[in-house]
């Protein structure tokens, strides 16, 4: 904004003073005397109603499946720097959003600061992920030991979970080309995957960092995306999955896709498995450490 332009610019409060994110859904987005209102049809995790929405107060609104919104809706959290996604359901899945316009840009320039630096930025962020993962510091400095480690970590942590549900495990298998080739446990860990790589592009999105500059992902566009999903495997994903593969196999359920992403979604809820996920982004890079 340009300083003094309509005053603007002092209308923004501060993210940091800001409450984070705010859940929206089977409503309707829009903007009645100057102010922003949500009127609900309830049904989802809102309940019915016409509410009055404080934009200024809130880093990022996620609108989920029903919702709806103006164009004057847009235009009033754009200017108070009011960030938008449109997710799915619980935010398991990350659509869209603007530019956040982010208070500062510390967060990304350390990113990039470090992920500039191999030999010891992005190492030192490599192993406080392995950290939080395997919960110990490794010693080692070298990122495809690391990644060995966590590998046989992952195959153990498979085939105890599907000892605890009962399901006969034969590896990680997948297909890109043929997804559907593979045997239910390892459809639902892809879809159990793709639910919380949801979250974490919210909390990415939320912090202005860059889904690009990961630090054991290297190759996708979503590599730092990919970093912090997989901070959540071993506690959301994997039982998640292994849950979901179990009631479709005992005839409990029917749709292994929809049956993973509900299981997931509920527990993105239940753990406030996003706000911990931006905790552990301005954890990771924290470069006074």
Same mark, same amino acid.
């Given at each position: 904004m340009l300083s003094g332009r309509l005053g603007l610019e002092m209308a923004r409060i501060p993210h940091a003073d800001r409450h984070g994110l705010l859940y929206l859904d089977r409503g309707r987005l829009s903007v009645d005397d100057g102010c922003l209102t949500f009127a609900c049809a309830g049904g989802g995790t809102v309940e019915a109603g016409h509410y009055t929405i404080p934009h200024q107060?809130?880093?990022?609104? +996620?609108?989920? #499946?029903?919702?709806? =919104?103006? @164009?004057? /809706?847009?235009?009033?959290?754009?200017? @108070?720097?009011?960030?938008?996604? /449109?997710?799915?359901?619980?935010?398991?899945?990350?659509?869209?959003? #603007? #530019?956040?316009?982010?208070?500062?840009?510390?967060?990304?320039?350390?990113?990039?600061? =470090?992920?500039?630096?191999? %030999?010891?930025?992005?190492?030192?962020?490599?192993?406080?992920?392995?950290?939080?993962?395997?919960?110990?510091?490794? #010693? @080692?400095?070298?990122?495809a030991v690391l990644r060995g480690i966590e590998g046989a970590r992952v195959k153990e942590i498979y085939r105890l979970t599907a000892e605890k549900f009962g399901i006969t495990w034969r590896g990680r298998r997948y297909d890109r080309a043929n997804p559907l080739a593979a045997d239910l446990p390892n459809q639902a860990i892809n879809h159990a995957a793709s639910a919380v790589e949801g979250a974490a592009a919210i909390a990415v999105a939320a912090t202005a960092t860059i889904p690009q500059l990961g630090f054991v992902h290297e190759d996708s566009g979503l590599s730092f995306v990919l970093d912090i999903a997989d901070l959540s495997r071993d506690s959301i994903t994997v039982p998640a999955a292994f849950k979901?593969?179990?009631?479709?196999? @005992?005839?409990?359920?029917?749709?292994?896709?929809?049956?993973?992403? %509900?299981?997931?979604?509920? %527990? +993105?809820? %239940?753990e406030r498995v996003i706000p911990a996920m931006i905790d552990r982004i301005k954890e990771l890079l924290d470069d006074e450490r």
């Open positions: 107060s809130v880093s990022l609104v +996620l609108l989920g #499946p029903g919702g709806s =919104l103006t @164009h004057d /809706a847009l235009r009033i959290l754009a200017r @108070h720097g009011t960030g938008l996604a /449109a997710v799915g359901a619980d935010g398991v899945r990350f659509y869209t959003a #603007p #530019p956040l316009g982010a208070d500062v840009s510390k967060l990304a320039r350390t990113q990039a600061r =470090l992920w500039a630096d191999p %030999r010891r930025g992005r190492i030192k962020v490599a192993r406080r992920m392995y950290a939080m993962r395997l919960g110990e510091i490794l #010693p @080692h400095r070298d990122i979901a593969a179990s009631l479709v196999m @005992h005839g409990r359920e029917t749709s292994i896709e929809r049956t993973t992403r %509900r299981i997931v979604g509920a %527990r +993105l809820r %239940r």
